[in-house]
């Protein structure tokens, strides 16, 4: 038996998986992260988890040996192994007047997980979204690609030459905190302390707090021709396109899947202006390189961890829920 691990700066999701069950959940259970007591709180919270949802299964909690875990950076690694520096669940980082009850500096994940389950893999979420597409969205055969999720952060996955890409400490594609604006022409705090990247300036939190009205909003008025909202948008798609465009050049991509509630949900409104943005320079690097929804829709994230699991893993997707980026794009 098998878990996959969704650690959200708001919630856990564990589910049991089985690889003879037709999209593999047997069981799963989701909760608010904990975040006071000790910094261990979010690991013994996992592990609580996953015994709660072994019973529900009617399996022995003992037989659950792999599990594959996606949580958001930034990480750092203890003796090679990944533990959470996330801003939104250790408290100690930004201090009290982040508002969250503790003080942790880091928070365990690995090292005790993988003494109580054996074989244990935790990744950036960005990078599991990433291998979810590879292996079951519009990313499956691209061997140079990138997952680009836009919700309320922007999340990241990157692979070159069929190898995804990881970093010194694995923090590899926190692209969204690189820099694609003039920061002085829109001051913008990010909650990694940058002022005026690209985080700052498009994310959906972002949106609201610099234009007081949700993503939503702006992004159906401009659809509609309001234009205020249109040039707004506009301004948004220039930070995303340059974004897109820089990891491009940077890393000779051939394809880009978009994701997350933001991208998602505008997608119609969104995808052109992006691809346009893409293309919109340097043409021996940027022609044919394919910027599309992501192949599992809404759903990436609650594939990604799914993606982390080795061995036969079913395909997570109802039949019928299958968007065809590729249908689309010849739309
Ligand atoms: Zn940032």
């Known amino acids: ?66 599990l594959g875990v996606a949580a958001p950076g930034p990480f750092l690694l203890r003796e090679g192994l990944v533990e959470l520096t996330t801003p939104h669940i250790c408290g100690g980082l930004a201090g009290l007047s982040r508002g969250l009850p503790n003080g942790w500096l880091s928070a365990p994940s690995k090292a005790p997980l993988r003494r109580r389950f054996g074989r244990v893999r935790v990744e950036n979420v960005g990078v599991a979204a990433l291998e979810a597409e590879r292996r079951w969205g519009a990313l499956q055969g691209f061997a140079h690609c990138a997952h680009v999720s836009r919700g309320a952060g922007i999340g990241v996955g990157l692979c070159v030459d069929g190898r995804v890409l990881r970093g010194k400490n694995r923090n590899a594609a926190h692209a969204g905190h690189s820099f694609v604006t003039d920061s002085n022409a829109d001051a913008a705090l990010c909650g990694c302390g940058n002022v005026g990247d690209g985080e700052s300036l498009v994310a959906g939190d972002a949106i609201e707090r610099r234009f007081g009205h949700s993503a939503s909003t702006l992004f159906m008025a401009a ?89 036969t893993v079913p395909d997570p997707r109802p039949p019928q829920a299958m968007p065809s980026p590729r249908a689309e794009l010849v739309a």
């Open 1 to 66: 038996m098998k878990a996959c691990v969704d650690i959200g700066g708001t919630r856990v999701a564990v589910g049991l998986v089985h690889e003879h069950v037709p999209g593999g959940l047997v069981a799963r259970r989701s909760e608010a992260t904990a975040t006071s007591g000790s910094p261990d709180a979010v690991v013994l919270q996992v592990m609580r988890m996953v015994e709660q949802a072994s019973a529900e299964a009617g399996v022995d909690a003992n037989e659950v040996n792999e």
């Open 223 to 311: 659809a509609r021709g309001d234009a205020q909202a249109l040039r707004k948008a506009d301004g948004l798609c220039t930070v995303v396109g340059r974004l897109l465009f820089n990891l491009v050049t940077t890393l000779d991509l051939q394809a880009i899947g978009l994701g997350g509630s933001v991208f998602w949900h505008h997608r119609q409104f969104l995808l052109p202006r992006l691809r346009a943005a893409v293309e919109a320079c340097l043409p021996s690097m940027t022609a044919g390189v394919l910027v599309v929804p992501a192949g599992l829709g809404d759903q990436v994230t609650g594939c990604a961890a799914l993606a982390l699991l080795a061995g």
